[in-house]
C-alpha cells in the first residue's frame, strides 16, 4: 500500500512505505481481522527485541521499565486495564520489516511490534497485539477495539481530522542499487540525469520522480522510469543492470538490504529523500483517536527510550537507524491537505 496522491488515498490512510511490503508480499487491500491476538510476556525490566525475525534483525534484550510519572498521565481505563492493546495493520501476509509472523510460524514480529512492546513497558502496561488488514486496522482504533497503531502510519492532516499522533519514525523514501554501483543520490534531482530508475506505479515516489523527470526534460537531460508488476521481476533487473536503481519506501528497502547482504547480488541504500517531499519531513506516527488522551504519554514514553538509549538500539537492530528522530512530538506537521 502506499501514500497515493489522491484524496482517496489520503483519507484511507495509506502509507508510502506500505508500497513496497505490498509488491513484496502480495498483501491483498480486503476486509478481516485475527481471532487471535498475540500478548508479550518479557522478563520485568527488559524487553527482547528482534525476536523470531528470521535474519531481519538482531536480537537485542533491552533495559525498560515503568516510568511512574508518564504512566500516570494514561487514561484510567487503560491503566486499570493493565494493557496497551496495539493494532498492526499486515493482514494477510505481512509486511517485512515492520510486522510480519516470526520464524516459529505463529509469532508476530517486527519493528513496529517491538517499538510498541517498549513504549508498553514504559507505562506499566502488558502489550496486546491484534492484526487487521490495513482498512480494518483504523476500524479498530475507532471501534476502540484497539488503543493505538503501531503500523508505519504516516502523520497527515486528513488524519488528524480524526486521530491524534505521537511521532516516532522519519517517513523516508530511498533509491536501492547494486553494492557495487556508484550511484548515489542526496537530494539533488541532477543526479538522476541518464538514468534508469524503477518505481511502483500510483504511488507517492512515483509522482514525486516523475516531478524531477520533468524538470530533467526541461534542462534537455533525460530520466527512464520503468515498471514491473512484482519484485521478482524488479531486482531480476536491476540485477541485470537494467535500471540503475530502485525508488521505495525505505524500511522495506532497508529489510532487502540485509537479506541480499551475503549474496552475489548484494545490494545497498544509495540515498533518502522524505515522503512529503523538499519541504517537510514526513514523519510515522503512533496513533489513537482522536481525543483519547493517549498521545501525550506515548509521546513521553517514546521521548524517554530517545534519552535512554532503547530507542536507538531498537532502530539499529532492525537496521533503520538512519530513519532515526530526535524527539517524538505531539501531532506535529503532516502530509498536507493539498498534496495532491
Known sequence: MSVHFTRRSLIRGITAATAVATLATGLAACGGDSDAATTTSDNAGTVTVGRLSNGAAEETTLKVSEVKSISAQLPDAIRKSGKLVIGSGTLPSGSPPLGFVGSDQKTLTGSEIDLARLV?????????????????????????????GFSNITD????????????????????????????????????????????????????????WKDKLEEEGKKLTIKYFQDNNSLYLALNSGKIDAYLGPSPNLAYHVTQTEK???????????????????????????????????????????????QYAKWLAAWNLSSDAVTKSEVNPPGLPLDNS
Open 120 to 148: 508498553a513497558a514504559v507505562l506499566g502496561l502488558e502489550s496486546e497485539v491484534k492484526r487487521f488488514t490495513w482498512e480494518n486496522l483504523f476500524v479498530g482504533i475507532d471501534s476502540g477495539k484497539v488503543n493505538v
Open 156 to 211: 497527515t492532516e486528513e488524519r488528524k481530522r480524526k486521530y491524534e499522533f505521537a511521532s516516532y519514525r522519519k517517513d523516508d523514501l530511498a533509491f536501492e542499487t547494486l553494492k557495487s554501483s556508484k550511484f548515489a543520490f542526496d537530494g539533488d534531482y541532477e543526479a538522476l540525469a541518464g538514468k534508469t530508475v524503477s518505481v511502483g506505479a500510483g504511488t507517492n515516489q512515483e509522482r514525486i520522480l516523475l516531478g
Open 263 to 309: 549474496t552475489p547480488d548484494a545490494t545497498r541504500i544509495a540515498g533518502q529523500y522524505s515522503g512529503a517531499g523538499a519541504s517537510l519531513q514526513g514523519l510515522i506516527a503512533a496513533t489513537a483517536k482522536k481525543d483519547s488522551g493517549l498521545a501525550e504519554p506515548l509521546a513521553d514514553a517514546i521521548n524517554h527510550l530517545i534519552d535512554n538509549g
